[in-house]
């Protein structure tokens, strides 16, 4: 909030403003900065200075290594402001000894956790290093680290959001984190599941861990019936990578973690994230038969080095749900082990648009490896590494069989001068909000089109304009809901 400033040039009305601001004022002038250190401040634990913050109050945690667990027994308020428990460089909250949660925020609104570090949560039971449940809202997750939260033979999540009141969670915030070296079970580093209504999640480094990186959750049986899907949320400029199952004891060497995925979410925009060497990239699909993911965009990602895929679409096998009305466009793919596009089963109603596709030689660029996937357009994509003639098993009348001259295939995707992807896109028009399907800004935030065309792939050569830094247009959008 920004200081209040008068000038004032007498003693009677500086008297006046003084009581004024005491007694009219009481949001602005009861708004505490409590410290937490191991010596010297208002608290030695974390827990007690949690304890004593009240709406609009700040929680400054000095560096220190705290051993302890922390849960929010108040909100904080509109009007009044967050409860803010802000960490220090070096301020740690270390759970050695503890199986359960770090830090808990459990049906409490106007919570904002930053700059923590959130470690060794380890054991039976579910340990989560953040977790956040019931009907909270308006939640911020911003610059925090959480790393080796732990359950050697069950379940784990790095932070977790689990909306299971009838009340949805909204206003969420997910950004600057980083989740890393956790083993996870059959669970998730970051995940959003069941009634979650308005989420940004933006900017975090989700890596080294031994199951999904981020993932969008509907249709598990956490939120009431009708309400139980994440949705109308973004999932912008995440860097995920090494993501892996193979090592996970829970899944005997299978190898199917996805970097990021929508398993029974709606309406959520996958964009501007980088993602490499996961079991799956980016995948869409709904696990629960009969239930329907839909309504997702995948666009200005650099997706490279997926083992059995770079974007998968539909259940893994034709007794799961459906994947509909999916759009994948202006995405840059490298070099999946196994395809770089895949629809599964169950799939209709599928755009595949303005794609870089650089596959391995001898492997599909676009595959149909199950069954029921209908209405799929294909159109205007490069192809290129294995087939020169044929873009995999649905037509691309538009297909282009050319080297996009990627400035480094192996470690940079972007565009090179020459690179016949210039100014080569298709106009996809506008979505139903009235904005651009190929997106505003490239991979790099930088205006999306910026020559006669937009470009193929996820990055729009030519530089020039300013970098994109604010929230995308969806996440205004959500945010007026």
Known sequence: MRPLILMVHSFRRYTLVAFLSAFLLPGIASARNIIVAPSGGDFSTVAAGVGAARPGDTVTVRAGTYNEAVSFGLSGSAAAGFITLQGDPGAILDGTGSSGQGITISSRNYIRVMGMTVRNFQGSGTPIGISVEGSSSFIELRN????????????????????????????????????????????????????????????????????????????????????????????????????????????????????????????????????????????????????????????????????????????????????????????????????EIELQNNCDRITIKNNILYARAGQPYISNSGGNNTNVTVRNNVYFGASNTSPGDFPDAAARFVNPLLVSPLSDLHLQAASPAIDAGINLGNDALGHPVSGASDIDGSPRVQGSAVDIGAHEFGGGGAPDTGPPAAVVDLRAR
């Open 144 to 339: 925090n680290l959480v790393h080796s939260i732990e359950n050697p033979t069950g379940n784990a999540h790095g932070i977790a959001f689990y909306g299971s009141a009838a009340t949805p969670m909204t206003n969420i915030v997910v950004d600057g984190n980083e989740i890393r070296n956790c083993r996870l079970g059959q669970s998730e580093s970051l995940v959003l599941n069941g009634n979650i209504d308005g989420f940004t999640v933006a900017r975090n480094v989700v890596h080294d861990n031994d199951n999904i990186g981020i993932d969008f959750i509907g249709f598990e049986g956490t939120g009431p019936a009708g309400q139980d899907q994440a949705r109308n949320g973004i999932c912008v400029d995440n860097v995920v990578y090494n993501i892996s199952s193979a090592t996970n004891p829970t899944y005997g060497g299978d190898r199917s973690a996805d970097g990021i995925y929508v398993d029974g979410g709606r309406d959520i925009v996958i964009e501007r994230n980088k993602v490499d060497n996961c079991d799956i990239g980016v995948e869409v699909a709904s696990e629960h038969g009969g239930k329907t993911t839909s309504n997702i965009t995948v666009r200005n990602n650099f997706i490279s080095r997926g083992y059995q895929g770079n974007i998968l679409m539909g259940g893994y096998d034709a007794t799961r749900g459906n994947a509909q009305d999916v759009v994948v466009v202006n995405n840059t793919t490298y070099q999946a082990t196994g395809v």
